[in-house]
């Protein structure tokens, strides 16, 4: 149907109307008995000459008498065309293909008073669906969801009765994703789909969702800041663009359910905040809440959960608005294995992003290596049975550390991967194969910490282990001084590192019992030391990455004490005094065992599985062909209801080793993955899935900055289910002006015409 009229009844009356001066011009017929008249006969002579003349002036002025009423009747009935009336009318395509994009990322469950977003989304779609089908049945309809826009709902769909109740059954069936809405992605399988249909040239584009600021706008400051920051072109967009610009047609139709001023606190981050985790000790993790509103978030209740044992609750003070905090968790963990952390905060509108969930694995001990570097039988002057002692004192308290000793001979045929941290104490030099081992194990993750003393050799270390900032030392030794007679204190140092904060704060007892009679001057330049930042752990082997000193000592140089450096995925420290008493009275100390403590659990290799994954990530676990079999079988966090999936391991891009490897992790929780091995044994590992934390912030997009960022696409914006009805008008073209001034051209032409055959009579 090409065209329609707002008011048909209307027409139809007009159309009724239009009989009126015919019925007019019969009631208005004068009745005349005749006469015959001999005068009169030459009159009735010049009448009949000219009777077919004025009957057809007659006609043509009755008929444009009708046409005018007609006209009038019809523009009060306010006739409509199409555009796709319009194309077929002109010869042109007339069929358009209705892309809708629903996104279903999990901010659209935000329920406020109400429902939630999704929900409205789904109805608004609904009624769309409802109005194609009755506005343009011969298009045809394409329905994707943003987190899976490779499987649609329906592609190329003629909408009748059935089709249409299916496809709005499947809707009504739809629930919220637990993925972030990946606008580039949704908007190029948009294209991929038009592709695909080489017929279709006229395209509208339906979006139906929350248009949150962070999906949709790219900004300088991000999410979390005061005030957004402006709206830049989204990258990506033009592939649409292209296709439109190419003979075709595309609009848009951007459908906002976005709840405005909508406030939301998360939990956006969880994470180990120590390397290793040893069974019966306490632990730390560290939370980030996240305050999405425009006002503080006052006294809320974190509740922390351990494996099976109950919860305990920890206030968070204050979140200010729009800002994160991490919030330190202790916890104790009691067995051995991988155990899960679940930290939830109240429930609030959007609940789905209120909690997370860690996997930590735990051990029975962190695993010292000590390389003595001047071994004794007597132990007061053996370079390390002070260290040995603090790091695993006897008695009932467990320290959480095995310490082993051994000798510069024997680190060659040590196994460091066996080996959490590396101790290497007043060491005279490496062989080059012992310098190529350790520099290895730290790479992957290892932890060194180096003490200085009168054995070593400070050429070797500088040629060998500092090599011009390219190698593990992370400072040039330059000579080893002595202190005036009173020694000197740790002066100052970053006391919110983990190693030094036992010496933090004012007046600090530790501080002033503790004096340092020799140690070496340190030179942390180098000429290749690299960047000034921190390196991520795992970062490449090449990457060199500045020194940080840690704490410096109390002379007139305020020279370092304590120096840190990332090198690979691992750290290694440097001190510059000894850790027996030969060069300080350290070891005298209470600050000497917590420091060594802390210095194990700064340096630790971090745990496996500890990393926290976010859905939509592939879960990739390598596998040692040696010791599990090739198959292993996983459970989802749906698990038991979810039956058990089998997973086959295969040999990655690199050839090294075998991997197993899954994708669909669509839920957030824990996965728990079975191995054999090959002695039979079954192992568990879990891996814990969270939410990708930047859809928690509901700030929503406002149709300018849309417009700036969708720059060249012409689309219709509309922020409520009543502006849905503005559609007809938007997609149809009014055409009572042309038949006001068609009646308008009628009446004057009838005036004229009239006027003109009258004088001519």
């Known amino acids: 149907m090409l065209a329609a009229f707002v008011h048909p009844g209307l027409f139809f009356a007009g159309a009724a109307a239009a009989v009126a001066p015919i019925v007019i011009h019969l009631l208005a017929r004068r009745r005349f008995r005749r006469i015959r008249w001999a005068a009169i006969e030459f009159l009735l002579g010049a009448e009949r000459r000219n009777r077919r003349r004025i009957l057809l002036e007659q006609i043509i002025l009755l008929a444009l008498r009708c046409l005018a009423v007609l006209l009038i009747g019809s523009a009060v009935a306010r006739p409509f065309l199409r555009p796709e009336g319009w194309a077929a009318v002109l010869g042109g395509p007339g069929r358009t293909e209705r892309v809708f994009l629903l996104d279903d990322s999990y901010s659209m469950g935000y329920a406020g008073p109400g429902g939630t977003c999704f929900e409205a989304a789904k109805a608004n779609l609904v009624r769309l669906i409802d109005w194609v089908r009755r506005n343009g049945p011969g298009d045809t309809v394409t329905v994707l969801r943003s987190s899976d826009p490779a499987s649609p709902l329906a592609v190329g769909l003629y909408l009748d009765d059935a089709s249409a109740e299916e496809l709005k059954t499947r809707i009504e069936a739809l629930r919220p994703s637990q993925r972030v809405l990946d606008v580039e992605a949704a908007l190029a399988a948009v294209r991929r789909l038009l592709d695909e249909s080489p017929a279709v040239v006229n395209a509208t584009l339906f979006v139906l969702g929350d248009f949150q600021r962070v999906d949709w706008l790219e900004s300088d400051t991000g999410p979390h800041q005061a005030e957004p920051g402006p709206a830049t072109p989204l990258a990506g967009f033009g592939g649409l663009l292209k296709w439109a610009q190419e003979n075709r047609s595309l609009h848009g139709v951007f459908v906002a359910v976005g709840q405005s001023g909508a406030a939301n606190r998360s939990l956006a981050g969880l994470k180990p905040a120590q390397p290793r985790f040893v069974a019966g000790l306490g632990g730390r993790v560290e939370a980030v809440v996240a305050n999405h509103a425009d006002s503080p978030a006052e006294k809320l209740e974190l509740r922390v959960s351990v494996g099976l044992s109950p919860a305990h609750s920890v206030s968070v003070p204050r979140v200010d608005a729009r800002q994160t905090t991490a919030v330190p968790l202790d916890v104790t963990l009691l067995r051995t294995g991988f155990e899960p952390v679940r930290v ?7 609940t789905v992003d209120n909690a997370r969930t860690l996997a930590v694995h735990v051990d029975e001990a962190v695993r010292v290596l000590v390389v003595n570097g001047e071994p004794s039988g007597d132990a007061y002057h053996d370079e390390v049975h002070l260290l040995a002692s603090a790091l695993r004192p006897g008695g009932p308290v467990f320290s959480g550390n095995t310490v082993r000793v051994v000798d510069e001979a024997e680190l060659e045929g040590v196994d460091l991967s066996q080996h959490e941290v590396v101790i290497l104490a007043n060491l005279y030099r490496l062989s080059d194969p012992a310098v190529e081992r350790l520099e290895s194990y730290v790479r992957s993750g290892g932890g060194l910490a180096v003490f200085l003393g009168d054995q070593v050799d400070p050429e070797h270390y500088n040629d060998w282990l500092h090599a011009d900032g390219r190698g593990l030392l992370p400072a040039r030794l330059i000579e080893a001084v002595q202190a005036p007679p009173a020694g000197v204190p740790l002066a100052e140092g970053d006391y919110l590192h983990p190693v030094v904060r036992v010496f933090g704060g004012r007046d600090n007892p530790f501080v002033e019992g503790l004096r340092f009679h020799r140690y070496y001057l340190l030179d942390p330049a180098g000429p290749d030391a690299g960047p000034a930042t921190d390196a991520p752990a795992g970062e490449a082997a090449t990457a060199l990455v500045a020194p940080a000193i840690v704490a410096r000592f109390g002379d007139a140089a305020r020279s370092p004490a304590i120096i840190e450096r990332r090198f690979g995925g691992g750290r290694v420290l440097l001190l510059a005094s000894s850790c027996d008493l030969e060069w ?16 194990v659990r700064h340096l630790a290799r971090p745990s496996r599985g500890s990393a926290e994954l976010l ?5 990739e676990i390598p596998v040692d062909p040696a010791r599990y079999e090739p ?58 899935i969270n939410l990708d934390p930047r859809e928690g912030d509901l700030t929503i997009a406002d149709e300018e900055e849309l417009r700036s960022a969708l720059s060249g696409l012409s689309f219709d914006y509309l922020t409520s289910a009543a502006a849905l009805d503005e559609l007809d008008q938007g997609g149809r073209r009014e055409l009572w002006p042309f038949f006001l001034v068609a009646a308008v051209t009628a009446l004057v032409a009838e005036q004229a015409l009239a006027f003109w055959f009258g004088r001519r009579a």
């Open 631 to 688: 198959r292993a079988v996983l459970r989802t966090p749906g698990y038991p209801a979810e039956e058990e999936i089998g997973l086959t391991a295969v040999s990655p891009e690199d050839g090294r080793g075998l991997l197993l490897r899954f994708e669909r992790t669509n839920a957030a929780g824990l996965y728990t993955i079975l191995l054999r091995t090959r002695e039979g044994t079954e192992e568990t590992r879990l891996i814990a």
């Open 584 to 599: 300080n009275g350290w070891a005298r100390d209470p600050s000497y065992v917590v420091t060594l403590l802390e210095i």
């Open 615 to 619: 859905v939509g990530t592939p879960i």
């Open 344 to 350: 939830e905060l109240p429930p609030d509108g959007l």
